[in-house]
């Protein structure tokens, strides 16, 4: 991804994200529940799919990824 995308859908989503949340809460005690409780689990599952599935082998400090995907630690 450029840097110019990057900046592009971060953008949208600092304003799409809170956007998204008061038209849900507008549209009433069914809107509350997904502004309270789907969209946060939704940006969760996100964050950890970005975090984990998209992981590489120089990503820091932990186990090494050998090429069958096994994990094995450092020492």
Partial sequence: MS???AIAVAVCLFIGLPALILLAALAGPI???VAAIVLPLA???????LGWFR???DD???GVLT???DETPRS
């Fill in 55 to 57: 992981r590489r082998e």
């Fill in 31 to 33: 809107g509350w529940i």
């Fill in 43 to 49: 940006v969760l599952a996100v964050i950890l799919w």
């Fill in 60 to 62: 820091g400090p932990g």
């Fill in 67 to 69: 090429r069958s995907g």
């Fill in 3 to 5: 840097l110019a995308t």
